[in-house]
Nanobody, 127 residues
Framework: QVHFVESGGGLVQPGGSLRLSCAIS????????IGWFRQVPGKEREGVSC????????YYAHSVKGRFTTSRDNAKNTLYLQMHSLKREDTAIYYC????????????????????WGQGTQVTVSS
């Protein structure tokens, strides 16, 4: 059983930056990957990033590549999402999640399926 508590969301102006954190508890040693997805109510989930457990390599959606960075601090059991150059279309609820191989989220050429996630944190990009 894995639990996630996301934080760091809020209101930011276009072009601004924000860092999301996700405190992870429980056993996540056997997961394929861990990362973030986002969702606007009434719309489909969009994968944002994943870090594969075996290599530590991060994978990103085309829409955020070069602007967002995912990192993991194993000592603190915390996952981060650093977001720069934010756009209005980045507005969504952001969820920290574990992921399996395959699925419908394409990140840097690999497919992921997010299978467990937290409550999410709202990010609003607006002037």
């Amino acid at each position: 059983q894995v639990h996630f508590v996301e934080s760091g969301g809020g209101l930011v102006q276009p072009g601004g930056s924000l860092r999301l954190s996700c405190a992870i508890s429980g056993s996540s040693d056997d997961v394929y990957a861990i990362g973030w997805f986002r969702q606007v109510p009434g719309k489909e989930r969009e994968g944002v990033s994943c870090i594969k457990s075996d290599s530590g390599t991060a994978y990103y959606a085309h829409s955020v590549k070069g602007r967002f960075t995912t990192s993991r601090d194993n000592a603190k059991n915390t996952l981060y999402l650093q977001m720069h150059s934010l756009k209005r279309e980045d507005t969504a609820i952001y969820y920290c999640a574990t992921a399996k191989e395959g699925g419908t989220s394409l990140l840097d050429g690999l497919w992921f399926h997010y299978d467990r996630w937290g409550q999410g944190t709202q990010v609003t990009v607006s002037s």
